[in-house]
């Protein structure tokens, strides 16, 4: 019964989605700003077993709607969405124009961060959305959302370097790198170009003890130049703490190697 009242709240949002937007950008911003809300409103009053309720049932219309418009409509892809930014939600675009994320807090979860991300980019002129969600809670699980999106081109391929940030308590954080590319229309989240010791991956993570910076104004983040064709990691030491220290990796014509 559960899933059949899921599949009629899912169809009858998507038909909404369909009779408001109308081609307008105005119109979809707003439309998804109403249910932003809801998911703001009710996270803040979560304690309460009602609202926690409404809370996922608006997650799950906000996801939808979201990935619905970014796949139905191409320009969605170069929006601003300045009213769901303030709203909290996290987009990053790449330089070209091509790859998108939008990230946001379902605020469901009991002590850190669980994330909801639709990936969007373009094909062949059209946009194509992708709905992460299917893998909260599971066992072994990051949960990341996505603020800046590099781009980086080697033997005429294009790679998307998305570093991202995740948050499991008030104690413990991380951050990383994913690279993703665009094949055969279709988006691969594991090319392997990262050569580290103990193998070849297509991602960089490490944890760190909150606690560790503190009192600093600022810290150390992972990024990628491009004009060196390297990524900066921070160095954690073995108790989990953020140094100022950096690990180099440098693309040295097939991967990207640690620099001694």
Not at 160 to 189: E, H, R, W
Not at 205 to 215: E, M, N, P, T
Request: charged fraction near 20%; glycine fraction near 6%.
């Amino acid at each position: 019964m559960k899933t059949i009242k899921l599949i009629v709240v899912f169809c009858c949002c998507l038909a909404s989605a369909h009779l408001f937007a109308q081609n307008s950008p105005q119109a979809i911003e707003g439309d998804l700003l109403r249910i932003l809300k809801k998911v703001n409103y009710y996270g803040a009053h979560k304690k309460d077993w009602k609202a926690m309720d409404s809370l996922l049932k608006q997650n799950k219309i906000f996801a939808v709607k979201l990935k619905y418009y970014t796949s139905k409509y191409p320009e969605t892809i170069s929006l601003l969405f300045t009213s769901l930014v303030k709203e909290r939600l996290v987009i990053a675009t790449s330089a070209d124009g091509i790859f998108r994320t939008y990230s946001w807090n379902t605020q469901l979860g009991d002590k850190g961060f669980d994330i909801y991300n639709v990936l969007q980019y373009k094909n062949a002129g059209q946009t194509v959305s992708l709905l992460k969600m299917d893998t909260i809670g599971k066992k072994g699980y990051v949960s990341l959302w996505y603020p800046k999106i590099y781009t980086f081109t080697t033997a005429g391929k294009i790679y998307y370097l998305a570093t991202y940030n995740s948050v499991y308590s008030a104690t413990k954080a991380g951050q990383g790198l994913k690279i993703f590319t665009i094949d055969k229309g279709k988006l691969i989240s594991n090319p392997p170009l990262i050569k580290t010791p103990t193998g070849v991956y297509s991602q960089l993570h490490y944890d760190f003890d909150v606690s560790s910076i503190a009192d600093w104004e600022s810290y150390p983040a992972i990024y990628f130049d491009k004009a060196t064709q390297t990524i900066h990691t921070p160095l954690v030491d073995y108790n989990h703490k953020m140094t100022r220290k950096l690990i180099t990796y440098k693309f040295t014509g097939r991967f990207f190697e640690k620099v001694k």
